[in-house]
């Protein structure tokens, strides 16, 4: 049995990888599983300094899901390249680096910096507000999709994958526009934009009033979001959203996915990803399946 | 930090929505430290797990104390002898007993009276004399007096006088900080707020237990974030979170 999938010719020995934000730079979950049975690790988002977060409360919990609003915490871009790769690379595992910015500028140095460190790929986070627009995340409109894709790609000197916001009228627009602009991969689906209120308070649960919304009960517009993509554009995509065990593995790959990542499901059980594994194996073999990769865009329609 | 499918051993309704549940978890148990927590599964229906502190250790048995606030609780206050568990544990910083010296004080209010049962055994054990102060709601809120008694003073409570003192636990700490060297508290924010001032006065340590809204309760996903002070002394704050760098705190480093 094959497990093995390339995204731009960095071989995943299984589809699995983790969501950004989520499994932080990997040594909590370390502690219950082995880091090597991961296709690959996607880290926490990196900024080109470190960033400090929102207060709490960051999160509220909602059917079968979440919305957090964490606001990029984290130790900056050097400190990740200095402290945190060399852990990583312990492990028989692809590092995928997430990088988000605030301006095209930011976006550009950063790539830049990550291309020269030993990681495998980079996801650039495109759901990030652009202070120079007003606070309108980059990956909502097509002009600074193309603007912000373009300069970066310029600077990138491992394949770059660009992960879309689910916050827009259109997907397959924004997906093209990636690409267009020279997108290596796409990864999808970023966290929806939710907002819950305390009833006796009357106040908004999360500091943040609003927050991005993640977990199983977002799985659907996940799905119907990768098959729309996977119509629209001819590279890699890595399916996540809601991505609970190996059955939901399945059908995101079906949909079009080539790789999934998950993340909020380790929330509730970390043992997740080595469940899906060996469910998408069980999976294969019922269905006299010798390559994963036959699963991808594989839906009946 | 263990994943374990425990079996509830035991089930006591206090009333008012207060409940305890004795687990049987040897390999929690067996790292369990006071003034760490638990973090439970719910019920297929709710996607996050629940935290709750580790109310007391007896080989390979885990004593929990919860309140009903939700739907997870809720299901959790139905758990009975022989269902089982789906626990991850022990999980974060707890007290350390040690640094708050021979006389130190477990200071509990409401919910948080059940972390320090097993916090002042562990002072006991390690040689201290402590004493507890006990705040709570009324009569009615009153738990686990007896298990405190037995380990050593105990000051008690409520705030409409119902039971013990009328009066809050901060009055009680007053009237005796002179006789003790070290502080630790669990509770609402405004009473460890109050705590950690009269202890900063008497110039003595103080360990606080804190709360926030959890998510992985591993130190993965970073939303429990709990404002400290900047290490070098400069204006400003920095998140430590909750479930990893806590839940406990020394009161000095919080920014209130
Ligand atoms: C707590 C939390 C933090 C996140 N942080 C980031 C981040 O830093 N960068 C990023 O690109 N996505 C971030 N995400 C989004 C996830 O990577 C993922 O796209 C989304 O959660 C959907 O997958 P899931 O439902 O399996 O969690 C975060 C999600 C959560 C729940």
């Known amino acids: 049995m094959d497990l093995s999938v390339n995204i731009c010719g960095v071989e995943l020995k299984n589809p699995i990888t983790t969501a950004s934000g989520t499994f932080g730079f990997g040594h909590e979950y370390g502690q219950f599983f082995d880091l090597s049975m991961l296709g690959g690790i996607g880290v926490k988002g990196l900024t080109p300094t470190e960033r400090l977060g929102n207060p709490a409360p960051r999160i509220a919990e909602t059917p079968m899901g979440i919305l957090n609003c964490v606001g990029l915490q984290n130790p900056g871009i050097d400190k990740f390249i200095e402290e945190q790769i060399p852990f990583l690379r312990q492990y028989d595992t692809k590092i995928i680096a997430n990088v988000s910015g605030n301006t095209v500028e930011e976006y550009c140095g950063m790539i830049e910096k990550i291309s020269d460190a030993d990681v495998d790929l980079i996801e650039m986070n495109i759901s990030c507000p652009n202070v120079k627009c007003g606070g309108m995340a980059f990956g909502t409109q097509v002009d600074m999709v193309e603007e912000v894709v373009s300069a970066a790609k310029k600077y990138a000197k491992k394949p770059l994958i660009v992960k879309l916001s689910p916050n827009v009228t259109d997907i397959a627009e924004i997906a093209r526009a990636a690409v267009a602009s020279g997108a290596d991969a796409l990864s999808l689906i970023n966290t929806l934009l939710g907002m819950r209120i305390d009833i006796d308070s009357r106040k908004p649960i999360l500091s943040n009033i609003m927050g991005g919304m993640s977990g199983p009960a977002v799985f659907p517009v996940a799905v119907r979001m990768v098959y729309q993509v996977r119509k629209a554009v001819d590279v890699p995509i890595i399916g996540m959203g809601g991505i609970r065990n190996g059955r939901d593995i399945v059908e995101m790959m079906l949909a079009g996915a080539d790789a999934v990542a998950m993340g909020t499901v380790m929330f509730a059980d970390p043992m997740a990803p080595v469940k899906a594994l060996e469910e998408l194996k069980d999976y294969m073999q019922k269905h006299g399946i010798e390559k994963v990769t036959e699963l991808t865009g594989a839906v009946r329609v | ?256």
């Open chain 2, 1 to 256: 930090m263990k994943q374990e499918i425990c079996t509830v051993t035991d089930r006591q309704d206090y009333g008012s929505g207060l409940f305890a549940l004795t687990l049987h978890a040897p390999q929690i148990a067996a790292e369990a430290k006071c003034g760490q927590f638990v973090h439970i599964t719910c019920g297929e229906g709710n996607l996050l797990r629940r935290p709750i502190s580790i109310c007391d250790v007896e080989g390979e048995m885990l004593k929990i104390v919860f309140q009903v606030k939700g739907e997870g609780t809720e299901w959790l206050s139905r758990r009975s002898p022989k269902h089982k568990l789906d626990v991850l544990g022990s999980l974060g910083h707890g007290f350390n007993t040690d640094a708050l010296g021979e006389r130190s004080v477990m200071i509990g209010g409401g919910i948080g009276v059940p972390p320090m049962l097993y916090t002042m055994k562990n002072a006991k054990a390690n040689g201290a004399t402590p004493t507890a102060i006990l705040g709570f709601r009324n009569k009615d809120a009153v738990i686990l007096t007896e298990d405190f008694e037995k380990v050593g003073t105990t000051y008690i409570c409520t705030d409409d006088g119902s039971f013990g003192t009328h009066g809050f636990v901060t009055t009680e700490l007053e009237k005796h900080i002179s006789e003790y060297t070290g502080v630790c508290a669990c509770g609402p924010k405004p009473m460890l707020k109050a705590i950690a001032q009269i202890a900063e006065k008497a110039n003595i340590p103080c360990q606080v237990s804190m709360e926030e809204r959890m998510g992985c309760g591993i130190g993965a996903c970073l939303v429990c974030a709990c404002g400290l002070k900047l290490r070098d002394g400069e204006q400003g704050v920095r998140y430590g979170h909750v479930c990893k760098d806590g839940p406990v705190f020394d009161a000095k480093e919080v920014v209130w």
